[in-house]
């Protein structure tokens, strides 16, 4: 079972403000993802890593920036929260099984921080 | 990256075996197939994975035909518990140039 910790677990923000939500594993995995996830839709990939100094944008165009200074920590910044970015964001980590274990590529998901900005 | 195809929704009732079938018609040679789970308001769990045939663990199996085409979860006895979001995806290990992709996934209500 990996170990993935996301603070705050909910938040309730005015617009405007400049906000940073954290995600932090012990697994010492390289990859690392952020999702954004509106109630009842679909999981959208914003922000990816494959290690220190490594950061890519994903699929869905965001407003949000991340870093990547240390394995364990992928923290995801708002520069200035809007009502749109009200969403529930998934940290998740990406581990490869040791070869010739015949097994595929697992992610592990954080328990996710809910944002509200009004 | 091969596309998956499943069900949006399911209806079943406590006790009964629930199977839910992906398909997955271009797959290549390197992908795996894993299925996760989705509480609301929790990230994914991962349930099962599998290559070829049946695998089966504590929670579900997972039958793989021979041509790889498409997979069935398999969920023994469901229980209200049981009631989430299961996606299914398919993918290479260690293809990091490749993100794994959530598509809508099957919304299984289980009901009393």
């Known amino acids: 079972e990996a170990d993935i910790y996301q603070t705050p677990r909910y938040l309730v923000i005015g617009t405007g403000k400049k906000i940073t939500l954290e995600c932090s594993q012990t697994?010492?995995?390289?990859?690392m993802y952020w999702y954004q996830q509106d109630p009842g839709m679909e999981l959208h990939l914003i922000h990816y890593?494959?290690?220190?100094?490594?950061?890519e944008k994903g699929d869905l165009s965001s407003e949000s920036t991340v870093s990547r200074i240390r394995t364990e920590h992928f923290p995801l910044t708002l520069e200035s929260a809007r009502p749109s970015h009200t969403s529930q964001y998934l940290c998740?980590?990406?581990?490869?099984?040791?070869?010739?274990?015949?097994?595929?590529?697992?992610?592990?998901f954080g328990p996710g921080t809910r944002l509200t900005v009004l | 990256l091969a596309k998956t195809t499943q069900p949006i929704s399911m209806d079943s009732y406590e006790g009964q075996e629930v199977n839910i079938t992906c398909s997955h018609n271009?797959?290549?040679?390197?992908?795996?197939i894993t299925w996760y789970q989705q509480f609301p308001s929790q990230g994914p769990r991962f349930i099962i994975q599998?290559?070829?045939t049946k695998v089966t663990n504590e929670v579900a199996s997972l039958f793989i035909p021979a041509d790889r085409k498409s997979s069935t979860l398999s969920l023994p006895r469901v229980s209200l518990s049981d009631t989430a979001v299961y996606y299914c995806?398919?993918?290479?290990?260690?293809?990091?140039?490749?993100?794994?992709?959530f598509g809508p996934g099957t919304r299984l209500s289980v009901l009393p």
């Open positions: 890593s494959y290690g220190v100094n490594s950061t």
């Open positions: 995806l398919v993918g290479a290990t260690y293809n990091y140039g490749q993100n794994f992709v």
């Open positions: 271009n797959i290549a040679t390197n992908d795996y």
């Open positions: 697994m010492g995995h390289d990859k």
């Open positions: 599998g290559y070829k």
């Open positions: 998740a980590t990406r581990v490869s099984p040791p070869l010739l274990a015949g097994d595929g590529d697992t992610q592990y």
